[in-house]
Each structure stands twice: as structure tokens, then as C-alpha cells.
């Protein structure tokens, strides 16, 4: 059964530095993984969708890598800001016809200003 | 529509009654998953549906639990007979399916169901 750990479960950071949350899976036999944010009562917002051929994915100031051997992922923000609190969820989808994606547990990043 | 779309958003309910969830796809996405999220359990999947079928509903957690998707679009997901338990925030999600399957899945802001 494929579980999906993430550490810190919370982390504080004063704006503008760069910040790197992890996630790690037990079975490496994964399609893709995908981070999401999660504010405050609200639902998921996708950020990055890596798939298993690849090692890394950038949108702005995001960076997330794969490496799907050691069973690990990061995802990195550059220049940290305030609207950027907020929880962290990374998800892996198994393989190729089986479409659930199986949840990590979330970091609660917030950054202050 | 622009995203995927629930509702209500809020729903109180008395052990043992029924609810049924709406769930509302972004267009043409021929996907549709359903999700839990609570407290003791983070976020779980319940049931997948690709058009009109469900090819995987393994992380449906009773037979009070249900859902139908019609038209290949809407879907609604009935809760039976409720129990405190089944107190969550459900969200749904949809996909694309491109030429190499499904990818990036995208989801709603979610119903908060409380039941007393």
C-alpha cells in the first residue's frame, strides 16, 4: 500500500527567503506526482504536475523535483511571500489506468512578514 | 464552466438522514473523481468515474455510500442514513484524458458536511 509522507507538518519562515518542503512515497512505482496548496477553508489549487520520466517542473518562483527511485520529491520556493502561507499537499498517482491519487498528510507553511 | 463547481458548499444534517453532494465538472473533462477530507483521516479517495461508469470505487467506505454521474457530467454522491462519522469536507475533482491517459486533476472548493 503506497504511503505518501510529508515533513515538516509545519513550517515558519520570514518573508523573502527561499524554502524547500519535501514529500516522500513508499513505492516508487508511480505515473505522476502532483503538488497542490490548500488555502483556509478552501479546495485544492494544482500547482505542479511531475511525471515519472521527468526530474523537475518550474512555474514562477516554484521549482519541484522527482526522484523516483529514493521515493522523493521537493518542491522549492524561491523569494518566499506572504500570500505564499498557506498548506502544501503533495500527491502521487500509482500507474498508468489507475487514476486515484494517493495523498501526503500536507505541510502548513506560513510565512511572516 | 471555468472550474469544477459543488454544492452546497455547507450542509448540516441530523444522524440518519440522507444528503446527496453535486458535483459539477469543468467541460469536457470526461473524468470525475470524488474525495474525503477530515481531520483524523487527511484526504482520501472514494470513487472514480470515467464517463458514466465508476471503474474504481474501492475507497467507498459503506453501502450507505453511493454515487451516479449522468451524461457524462454532473455527479452526485449519496450518503445514507449518516452517521457523525461521515462528518468531512468532500471535494471533487475532474480530468482531461490525453494521449497518455488522464493527467492533472483539478478540483472543486468542496461541500462541508457536518452531521449532528
Known amino acids: 500500500k503506497q504511503e505518501v509522507t510529508q515533513i515538516p507538518a509545519a513550517l515558519s519562515v520570514p518573508e523573502g527567503e527561499n524554502l524547500v518542503l519535501n514529500c516522500s512515497f513508499t513505492?516508487?512505482?508511480?505515473?505522476?506526482l502532483q503538488w497542490f496548496r490548500q488555502d483556509p477553508g478552501k479546495g485544492l489549487t494544482s500547482l505542479l504536475l511531475?511525471?515519472?520520466?521527468?526530474r523537475e517542473q518550474t512555474s514562477g518562483r516554484l521549482n519541484a523535483s522527482l526522484d523516483k527511485s529514493s521515493g522523493r520529491s521537493t518542491l522549492y520556493i524561491a523569494a518566499s511571500q506572504p500570500g505564499d502561507s498557506a498548506t502544501y499537499l503533495c500527491?502521487?498517482?500509482?500507474?498508468?489506468?489507475?487514476?486515484?491519487?494517493?495523498f501526503g498528510t500536507g505541510t502548513r507553511l506560513t510565512i511572516i512578514p | 464552466g471555468a472550474g469544477v463547481s459543488q454544492s452546497p458548499s455547507n450542509k448540516v444534517t441530523e444522524k440518519g438522514k440522507d444528503v446527496e453532494l453535486r458535483c459539477d465538472p469543468i467541460?469536457?473533462?470526461?473524468?470525475l473523481y470524488w474525495y474525503r477530507q477530515s481531520l483524523g483521516q487527511g484526504l482520501e479517495f472514494l470513487i472514480y468515474?470515467?464517463?458514466?461508469?465508476?471503474?474504481?470505487k474501492s475507497g467507498l467506505p459503506s453501502d450507505r455510500f453511493s454515487a451516479e454521474r449522468t451524461g457524462g457530467s454532473v455527479s452526485t454522491l449519496t450518503i445514507q442514513r449518516t452517521q457523525q462519522e461521515d462528518s468531512a469536507v468532500y471535494l471533487c475533482?475532474?480530468?482531461?484524458?490525453?494521449?497518455?491517459?488522464?493527467?492533472?486533476?483539478?478540483f472543486g472548493p468542496g461541500t462541508r458536511l457536518t452531521v449532528l
Open positions: 500527491a502521487v498517482r500509482r500507474n498508468f489506468g489507475n487514476e486515484k491519487l494517493t
Open positions: 511531475i511525471q515519472s520520466s521527468q
Open positions: 467541460s469536457g473533462h470526461t473524468a
Open positions: 475533482a475532474s480530468s482531461f484524458r490525453g494521449t497518455s491517459g488522464y493527467n492533472e486533476q483539478f
Open positions: 468515474f470515467q464517463g458514466n461508469s465508476a471503474p474504481d
Open positions: 513505492d516508487s512505482a508511480i505515473y505522476n
